[in-house]
């Protein structure tokens, strides 16, 4: 791959306060590589070497749970730090991070972590921030696997990810990346016949439209309205 451009990193939250010249030095160490749809980039529990920025596509956080089960537990946008175990103080990495469509990244070792967080003015601040916002949106996760219905769970997963990654297209929107049933009970922990039922009524009352791997929301406010979020 040919040398990097600045202007990849211009603008994104954790390098917006840098000059070019910092910016430069950060490419130079950086390791871009693309990954096909489902590459595991890393595994939940192995040795944290890298941490990542996402440049294109979306990644899928994976976590398994103590009885062996896989539980998707949010996805992340281009632009966004992942794979940051340093800023948990961990030296293991918490969660499997999966490509949910390809995608391009840039990676770093863990030992420039504490370079970066003391010499860049507004990573530490940015990266911390995104830490925050992930933690809340797991134990939004959490909360709803407690206390909702299933229909809900189902409509509110939907919503999250038109919400991250919609594109309005001729029927509705349809989220960016490919996502299946499966995908779609392992965010909700339910079961796929589960998931294909309330997918199927959905379809014949005209809230989505679903193809292999393809979600289209066609009736976004009746889907708020299953959530439970409106109000």
Not at 126 to 136: A, C, F, I, K, N
Not at 206 to 218: A, D, E, L, P, Q
Request: charged share 25%; aromatic share 6%.
């Amino acid at each position: 791959m040919s040398k990097l451009d600045e202007s990849l990193l211009t603008g994104l939250p954790p390098f917006s306060q840098l000059e070019r010249g910092q910016i430069r030095e950060i490419l130079d160490q950086a390791l871009p590589k693309r990954y096909d749809e489902g590459t595991e980039i890393f595994h939940e529990g192995h040795d944290a070497e890298r941490f990542h920025l996402l440049l294109d596509g979306y990644i899928r956080v994976v976590k398994t749970t103590e009885g062996g089960e896989q539980i998707i537990a949010l996805h992340i946008s281009p632009g966004q730090l992942f794979g940051i175990a340093p800023a948990l103080n961990r030296d293991t990495y918490p969660a499997t991070a999966i490509a949910a469509s390809e995608s391009l990244a840039l990676s770093w070792p863990v030992r420039l972590w504490g370079e970066f967080t003391s010499k860049y003015q507004g990573f530490a601040t940015e990266s911390y921030s995104t830490l925050g916002q992930r933690l809340g949106e797991m134990q939004t996760r959490i909360t709803e696997l407690a206390t909702q219905a299933v229909e809900q769970r189902v409509a509110a997963a939907l919503l999250r990810m038109v919400t991250q990654s919609g594109r309005k297209v001729e029927e509705g929107i349809e989220i960016a990346f490919p996502v299946t049933r499966r995908n779609i009970s392992e965010m909700t922990g339910t079961t796929l016949h589960t998931v294909s039922r309330l997918l199927s009524a959905w379809e014949k009352d005209g809230i989505v439209h679903s193809t292999r791997k393809h979600i289209v929301v066609t009736d976004p406010h009746r889907l708020v309205v299953l959530s439970g979020a409106q109000g």
